[in-house]
């Protein structure tokens, strides 16, 4: 069944968000709030859908394109570190959801996306001032959906910042929040952790689509094979049930399709980040089944002659990331400067990166997520509220007396607030 059926006019009429509207007045490209994916993905079960950090363009060409023809329901991202202010990629939080608009005009995408602001990361009172200034202008641009991030800090100090940046966020829009930091084996999210937080976010009448856990996964390249902690996660979400709120997996590159067909199968995780592996397809590094880039014996990334970017590009690429004494890690600052320079590229190899992230991207929607055919559900969910807002997905159950700012830090004191190491991992 195709996303174009008969409801899909009525969808585009009422399903895109204010902002949308606006920016794009006559567009014909569903764009939706973050809530409708999370609905559509929770309506089919056992299943959870992409969302593809568009580190370049055409990450997120390719992979609209698989959502496309696995007519499922799809989430454009980026993070606070790749597209924000000091941003390491060109696409940007105030950039992102104009590519996206385009490109589904273009290709004729039918499928609802959604826009989302990844890692909105909260780090210190400073970074809560900025934040004041630019959430709303990320809206204005047209973002329909924003983790906020705090999760770097203590948690009473987590939840404090995600209550009083909460009214920059319109109500319609999907929200995310995130307990312990995401960094593999070490500071893992507790029941009692992620409890703290929704519990304190629905004494306030706030009511996440989704909670981030650190369940055992690194962001960018996997150097361990511990992987994602399916029973830790099924343990959190099964105490957070009451709450209605669903999960967000991150950190999936890496990790083998069994072990994410069971994050999908058996908690309930509605959304699945996927970054590197799909800058690397576009790059035309070597990409093992788990999305994971390859290196040789020396270290090096292995380029497949004849995919991604041509071999004089991925020669300076490497020479550029040599000079700078680049490690593996660190290649994902190239996608800044080397924008251009790949969308200056022939339209003959533009496509074969483009399609390098279509093949990855629909396998795993089809194969591994379950995703297809959620299209369809998230038109109905919007044509079943009558309305782009769907409204809380919980109610509330907590007292608000009981999680003042005095009463948080309490509780808060009987926490285990070990996060782990120190580092880099909010990509």
Request: proline fraction near 4%.
């Amino acid at each position: 069944m195709s996303a174009q059926h008969t409801g899909f006019d009525k969808a585009l009429s009422i399903g895109r968000p204010p902002n949308i509207v606006k920016l794009f007045p006559n567009s014909k490209a569903l764009i939706v709030s973050g809530k409708v994916m999370d609905a559509a993905l929770a309506q089919k079960g056992r299943a959870m859908t992409i969302a593809a950090n568009g580190r370049n363009h055409l990450v997120i060409r390719g992979a609209l394109m698989a959502a496309q023809k696995a007519n499922a329901a799809i989430i454009i991202e980026i993070a606070k570190s790749e597209g924000g202010a000091k941003a390491y990629c060109a696409t940007n939080y105030w950039n992102m959801a104009s590519q996206v608009d385009q490109l589904m005009n273009e290709l004729g995408i039918t499928v609802p996306v959604a826009v989302h602001a990844d890692h909105y990361g909260i780090k210190g009172p400073k970074d809560i001032a900025q934040a004041k200034v630019e959430i709303p202008t990320m809206f204005e641009a047209g973002i329909t959906s924003i983790a906020i991030d705090a999760s770097h800090l203590p948690d009473a100090d987590n939840l404090l910042a995600c209550l009083e940046l909460n009214p920059l966020i319109p109500d319609w829009a999907g929200l995310e929040t995130e307990v312990g930091e995401i960094k593999g084996k070490e500071g893992l999210s507790t029941v009692d952790e992620a409890l703290f937080l929704i519990r304190g976010l629905n004494a306030h009448g706030i009511f996440p689509n989704w909670i981030a856990l650190n369940n055992g996964t690194a962001h960018g390249i996997q150097s361990s094979d511990l992987g994602i902690q399916v029973e830790l996660t099924k343990d959190i979400h099964q105490a957070l049930e009451p709450y209605q709120v669903s999960g967000a997996q991150h950190g999936t590159s890496g990790n083998d399709s069994a072990r994410l067909r069971r994050i999908a199968g058996e908690t309930r995780t509605t959304k699945a980040n996927v970054a590197t592996a799909l800058q690397m397809l576009t790059w035309g590094v070597k990409v093992n089944d788990f999305g994971n880039a390859e290196l040789d014996e020396n270290k090096q990334f292995i380029k497949v002659p004849g995919q991604g970017v041509s071999e004089v590009l991925w020669a300076e690429m490497t020479a550029y990331a040599a000079e700078r004494n680049y490690k593996a890690g660190d290649y994902k600052n190239l996608n800044l400067p080397f924008e251009n320079k790949m969308l200056s590229q022939p339209a003959a190899i533009r496509d074969r990166s483009a399609r390098a992230v279509e093949d990855f991207v629909y396998r795993l929607l089809t194969q591994v997520f379950n995703a297809g055919d959620t299209a369809p559900l998230a038109i109905e969910a919007i044509l079943k509220a009558g309305s782009y807002d769907l409204g809380p997905k919980a109610t509330r159950l907590e007292d608000p007396a009981s999680w003042t700012a005095e009463k948080i830090r309490e509780k808060a004191s009987h926490l285990n607030q070990d996060k782990g190491a120190k580092g880099d991992f909010d990509d």
